[in-house]
């Protein structure tokens, strides 16, 4: 798959996403210092989240649009409330897409209804980002894939099912540019709940690529998912987690996402190929094995001892596999201590 000219796939480095969110705290200049941040500390894209408070939910205080759980970062929000703070007004777009291009980033955004779609296409959106909590949503996965723009999906929370959906859906309209996210949609999530030995299965299970939704602090579960065969990582990004914000206490701070994007790159160069003998680069280190050589000065007949004969550094004689063999054989010249032992010195 290619977002715009750069390649997401295992033949390329980690496609790495910095995800806005409300980080920008309702200030546009605040959002534009995201955007270079971002940029500076390696991502690939930015991304946004297209809606407004009324296109994401009902302004009512009733049963289910009150958040309940306790241990919820926004415990006694009004969902209507929490999405008009959090959301990214739509006259803001244009320029901070316009800034990440002028700083060779791209610029996409998560839709939540068919408006939003209409409104990104005008703005010549890369890519598309369907959110875990809408992947049951097929006809907006519909109406996204028709735009033939490259799809990337999260999957927290879903079954086998439900993700399947999704990408057929996808497909059924013509469009295979697709990747799906392992995701855990806790915020935060933690390593042992992230379970990312699903991502190789998911990938012959669906049949398209695989990245990860991280929103595990730090940067270790995304390059342990880089080594099971992740594609794209996205993380929440803010400048400094101390400025708050409805994402922040989960989000990446510039000098972080830059440890994410030197070590994903690392764990991605360093899958590589099956193979066993050692590589060309190790070719040198061949001299510092062990192998057979004359640990005393000895007389042409005289016959090879543990005594005369040891297994040692550096490795110009025979192998140590042949020393047992070669014990009791006569040496057919004189021979000083420090010469490697090699077939041409026997008798």
């Avoid at 390593?191 to 991280?214: A, K």
Wanted: proline residues 5%; aromatic residues 8%; glycine residues 8%.
């Amino acid at each position: 798959m290619k977002i715009a000219e750069k390649d997401v796939g295992s033949g390329a480095r980690p496609y790495l996403i910095a995800e806005m969110s409300g980080n920008h705290n309702q200030s546009l200049d605040r959002a534009m210092d995201i955007v270079e941040a971002a940029a500076a500390s390696g991502a690939d894209a930015i991304k946004l989240q297209t809606y407004t408070a009324d296109t994401m939910t009902l302004n009512t205080r009733a049963p289910g649009f009150v958040i309940e759980d306790p241990s919820s970062l926004w415990a006694g929000r009004q969902l209507y409330d929490l999405y008009d703070e959090a959301h990214t007004p739509w006259d803001w777009h244009g320029p901070i897409m316009e800034r990440a291009a002028s700083l060779g980033m791209h610029c996409f955004s998560s839709p939540f209804d068919d408006t939003a779609v209409d409104f990104l296409e005008s703005l010549g959106a890369p890519a598309y980002k369907i959110a875990s909590f809408e992947i049951t949503d097929l006809p907006l996965i519909r109406k996204v894939a028709q735009t033939g723009k490259p799809m990337i999906m999260s999957t927290g929370m879903a079954s086998v099912a439900e993700i399947d959906d999704a990408v057929r859906a996808a497909k059924a309209e013509g469009n295979d540019q697709i990747v799906i996210l392992k995701c855990t949609s806790t915020y935060p999530a933690t390593p042992e709940n992230t379970n990312i030995s699903t991502i190789p299965n998911m990938r012959e299970t669906f049949g398209v690529d695989v990245g990860l939704s991280d929103h595990t602090m730090g940067c270790g579960v995304s390059v342990a998912a880089v080594a099971f065969g992740a594609v794209l990582i996205e993380k929440h990004f803010t400048l400094r987690r101390a400025d708050g914000g409805v994402d922040s206490t989960f989000s990446m701070e510039p000098e972080e996402f830059r440890q994410l994007r030197t070590e994903t790159e690392r764990a991605w160069q360093a899958i590589g190929r099956i193979t066993y003998g050692g590589t060309q680069a190790e070719e040198k280190s061949r001299a510092f094995r062990r192998s057979l050589y004359i640990s005393r000065d000895m007389k042409a007949g005289e016959v090879l001892t543990r005594e005369n004969m040891r297994i040692i550094r550096p490795g110009y004689g025979l192998s140590p596999r042949f020393h047992d063999e070669l014990l009791g054989k006569a040496v057919k010249r004189d021979v000083t201590l420090g010469t490697p032992v090699s077939w041409d010195l026997l008798a």
